[in-house]
């Protein structure tokens, strides 16, 4: 939406193609009860305009999809964007056609349409994925991914639920449900580390406070290096003495929001033994919380420690397993055999339910750009040339594929999504303002930069300890064949390091691009 906004300014013709039927994208699909920003939402909207900014009115600290979806809506109605995007508009191929200098784009219809340029928006969790179980489709009852939660309006009350999977999607369906439903079975097959998220509403008087200190909010982020309001402490977690080191974490810990992630010591994302203690902590107020010692070590990451994975935050999500109407079954201890008409079969038992849901994740970051047939060139796959690791320059571009543009592809930092967004928007304009500006028709990055780029991606993300455990941050999906290896998608040298790289490219006059 704020790509269609500043390409418009340049005066140019812009088509949207959008799968949805509407507006929103993630905030869109994703009506799972609960579902909501972990990321305060006075920090999680759009900068570029004062007007917006001021006229806006988060009801929380930490809003609701409602809320979301409802001030995406405000967006395209206060800007006008409706009129340049197509709905239901599912694009399934794009391919180059060198002769032309024009990508044509097909879409699920068939209709097609050519541009001279494709920017790909396409949001890193946009592709959802069901596990592959024998007998998913013989269930009796509704059965549905949390991206794909119905429409229609669905009472849970009173009724036998199942659910599989327990990442930052599982915890705000579990935590929001179990109050209603009648009987819940969570399907864990690794438990995350999560930490309470202390979400309350805004007063009038912080929305004042809010509304007159904007400026200095989106400063901060640009000052931090996942564009949060936090920033890491420049202490080792190891140089402080055990009291302090305590004293901070039970702080961070009553604090809302990302703070007890990214705004740790300097050392818990990156030195195993800093990242242990800090372990030691979280599990230690799991098993607070938790009244059985049995279940609370379930829920105890063994495998990685804490926060190597993204760290979903919590309300009263450990407390649920004190319900005598919730159950935690470990699927390592009993597995899943398959899904029944009735339910789920474990090795050691039938569990019957009414409803299924499957917060089962997505293939991430490179996911849906290898659901669309992109072709450069020559007939040139983007699907083959990433089925390794994908290979980008600044994950703006990649090799091969001339005036494809990636909004928020691989290799990009991220971190405070929309702040990563406007960043990256603008500097795209700014390279086609260029190209306009010179009467350049085709960019492409050069081979030696992407490969340096490409190079850099991974060195940086070699450093954190996060690069070296599974999830979809590192590219595996184990429903998606071929995804069982860790790859690095996201540019995790700093966000602050990636504006200085990609402002350093533009006032370079962009040598590290070959345009005609
Ligand atoms: P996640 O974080 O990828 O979580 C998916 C969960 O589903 C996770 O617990 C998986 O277990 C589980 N899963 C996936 N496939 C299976 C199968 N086949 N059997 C059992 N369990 C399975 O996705 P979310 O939607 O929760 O969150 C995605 C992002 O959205 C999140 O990081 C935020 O940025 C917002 P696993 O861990 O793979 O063992």
Request: net charge neutral; aromatic share 10%; glycine share 8%.
């Amino acid at each position: 939406m704020y790509q269609l906004h500043r390409l418009r300014e340049l005066g140019m013709r812009v088509r949207v193609f959008e799968a949805g039927s509407d507006v929103g994208g993630t905030w869109y699909w994703n009506r799972y009860p609960g579902a909501r920003f972990d990321s305060e939402s006075w920090s999680y909207g759009y900068s570029f305009s004062e007007e917006l900014l001021q006229e806006w009115e988060w009801p929380e600290h930490f809003a609701a999809q409602p809320d979301t979806l409802r001030y995406l809506n405000h967006v395209a109605d206060k800007f006008d964007l409706r009129r340049d995007i197509r709905f239901d508009s599912r694009v399934v191929a794009a391919h180059f056609d060198d002769a032309a200098n024009r990508w044509t784009v097909t879409l699920e219809s068939g209709e097609q349409a050519r541009a001279p340029l494709l920017i790909t928006a396409l949001g890193p969790l946009s592709a959802h994925t069901l596990p592959n179980i024998p007998g998913r489709d013989s269930f009796e009852g509704p059965a549905f991914h949390t991206a794909r939660w119905p429409r229609e309006p669905m009472s849970l009350a009173g009724k036998r639920v199942g659910i599989i999977g327990t990442g930052a999607t599982a915890i705000q369906v579990i935590q929001t449900i179990a109050g209603e439903v009648g009987h819940l079975a969570v399907f864990q097959r690794t438990p995350n580390w999560a930490a309470p998220l202390h979400n309350r509403p805004i007063t009038p008087e912080e929305q004042k406070r809010i509304k007159a200190s904007y400026r200095e909010i989106f400063e901060r982020c640009r000052q931090t290096d996942t564009c949060f309001i936090h920033q890491a402490d420049p202490r080792s977690a190891l140089e402080v003495s055990p009291e302090e080191r305590e004293a901070f974490w039970e702080k961070l810990y009553a604090e809302p929001g990302f703070g007890i992630w990214v705004g740790n010591f300097r050392d818990v994302l990156t030195d195993p033994r800093a990242n242990a203690l800090a372990s030691e902590f979280v599990a230690r107020k799991i098993r607070e919380r938790v009244r059985d010692p049995k279940v609370a070590e379930k829920l105890i990451p063994k495998n990685h420690g804490f926060g190597t994975r993204r760290l979903p935050l919590e309300s009263g999500y450990y407390e649920v397993y004190n319900q005598d109407n919730v159950l935690l079954v470990d699927i390592n201890e009993t597995p899943i055999e398959r899904i029944t008409p009735k339910g789920i079969r474990t090795s050691d038992a039938e569990h019957e339910f009414d409803v299924l849901i499957y917060a089962t994740g997505f293939d991430g970051v490179t996911g849906p750009y290898d659901r669309i047939d992109i072709r450069g060139p020559g007939g040139r796959r983007l699907k083959d040339d990433w089925a390794g690791t994908p290979r980008t320059f600044l994950g703006m571009q990649a090799e091969g594929f001339p005036n494809m543009l990636m909004v928020l592809g691989p290799h990009t930092a991220r971190g405070n999504i929309p702040r990563n967004i406007e960043e990256i928007v603008d500097w795209l304009t700014g390279l086609i303002r260029h190209m306009r500006a010179h009467g350049l028709t085709r960019v492409e990055p050069r081979p030696e930069a992407v490969a340096e780029w490409t190079a850099h991606v991974e060195e940086a993300a070699s450093r954190l300890l996060f690069s070296r455990v599974n999830s979809w941050q590192t590219g595996v999906n184990r429903n998606v064949e071929g995804r069982d290896v860790r790859r690095t998608l996201g540019y995790y040298g700093g966000a602050v390091a990636y504006r200085r790289k990609i402002e350093a490219v533009a006032a370079q006059g962009y040598r590290e691009f070959e345009f005609r």
